[in-house]
T-cell receptor
Framework: KNQVEQSPQSLIILEGKNCTLQ??????????LRWYKQDTGRGPVSLTI?????NTKSNGRYTATLDADTKQSSLHITASQLSDSASYIC???????????FGKGTKLSVKP | GAGVSQTPSNKVTEKGKYVELRCDPI?????LYWYRQSLGQGPEFLIY????????DSGLPNDRFFAVRPEGSVSTLKIQRTERGDSAVYLC?????????????FGQGTRLTVV
């Protein structure tokens, strides 16, 4: 069964600190992996898209890694800001029809 | 348009009623997706259109749910005989081709509440 698992479920950190979110997937065939940020009451917004040949991709203070062999990805946030408080969702594209398979997300709270 | 637009933003309906949720994708995007998101959960796939046709409707929970995209642009998600369990945020996304190789952009969703 195609699944995307994320950990931790929730995380609280102090402003200025770094954090890393994890994503494990079992999706076949695999096409690409995305990290989305979803603010409360808003639709998800893409942070990064990575294909199987890419190991690392950065977008400002966000750095995503992908290990296609172990089927794991991480999202590292550097020097967190209050505005980083949101849900971060790992999404894998693939499967039989190429649709997007979502994880349940990690809810990040950044405190002053 | 500038982005994916969903209307209404909020819908409250009585149990047993019929509702329609509308999605206006980004102009030129051939792929359109519908997802349902319950509180505290990630979005759950419902249906995927490529052009006018439903390429994958395996996520529709039952025959009360139906979606159309007659001209390959605007899509309508239709829910018959609504139940309280249908309450959720319904998200629509579009992409230029298939989402497996291009960016998918999401609307802000329609919050459906069945009372």
């Amino acid at each position: 069964k195609n699944q995307v698992e994320q950990s931790p479920q929730s995380l609280i950190i102090l402003e200025g600190k770094n954090c890393t979110l994890q994503c494990n997937y079992t999706v076949s065939p695999f096409s690409n992996l995305r990290w989305y940020k979803q603010d409360t009451g808003r639709g998800p917004v893409s942070l990064t898209i990575m294909t199987f040949s890419e190991n690392t991709k950065s977008n400002g203070r966000y750095t995503a890694t992908l290990d296609a062999d172990t089927k794991q990805s991480s999202l590292h946030i550097t020097a967190s800001q209050l505005s980083d408080s949101a849900s971060y969702i790992c999404v894998v594209s693939g499967g039989s029809q190429g649709n997007l398979i979502f994880g349940k997300g990690t809810k990040l709270s950044v405190k002053p | 348009g500038a982005g994916v637009s969903q209307t209404p933003s909020n819908k409250v309906t009585e149990k047993g009623k019929y509702v329609e949720l509308r999605c206006d994708p980004i102009s030129g995007h051939t792929a359109l997706y519908w997802y349902r998101q319950s509180l505290g959960q990630g979005p759950e796939f419902l249906i995927y259109f490529q052009g006018t046709g439903a390429a994958d409707d395996s996520g529709l929970p039952n025959d009360r749910f139906f979606a159309v995209r007659p001209e390959g642009s605007v899509s309508t998600l239709k829910i018959q005989r609504t139940e309280r369990g249908d309450s959720a945020v319904y998200l629509c996304a579009s992409s230029l081709q298939g989402a497996w190789n291009t960016e998918a952009f999401f609307g802000q969703g329609t919050r459906l509440t069945v009372v």
